[in-house]
């Protein structure tokens, strides 16, 4: 009997994330935005428009929104290298910190 319930798993790599979904037939992969897998990057930049005054993008936009604007973003990529470290705390996202759950949060929506 194939079962109708359906699992997602998710590998949250330091380099790269990947999706898959397993419901009855062979597991399979998310398509994700910019293909089978996703960076694991954030950029953030000021913008008035957000509320909270600054935007988030995760991934593939995140490096695209670095390399067009270095000068006036903060880019992180492969943070969950630092998670594990006894020495990291937080991480300086312009007159904000973020503790690693808060990273991961944003990656993650």
């Given amino acids: 009997m194939i079962s109708s319930r359906r699992a997602v798993g998710l590998d949250f790599g330091t380099t790269n994330t990947v999706a898959a979904i397993a419901d009855g037939a062979a597991p399979r992969l ?3 935005p910019g293909g089978d897998v996703f960076r ?3 950029c953030f930049w000021h913008d008035d428009a957000v509320r909270g005054g600054l935007a988030v993008e995760a991934g593939h936009a ?3 929104e ?3 604007f270095p000068s006036d ?5 492969s943070f969950k290298s630092v998670a594990a ?3 990291f705390d937080t991480a300086p996202v312009f007159e ?4 690693f759950e808060e990273l991961g949060g944003l ?3």
Avoid: M, N
């Fill in 30 to 32: 998310v398509a994700l």
């Fill in 66 to 68: 670095y390399l067009e």
């Fill in 73 to 77: 973003s903060r880019f992180i990529q």
């Fill in 40 to 42: 694991t990057a954030l």
């Fill in 85 to 87: 470290s006894a020495s």
């Fill in 107 to 109: 990656f993650l929506t």
């Fill in 96 to 99: 904000k910190r973020y503790r």
């Fill in 62 to 64: 995140a490096i695209r």
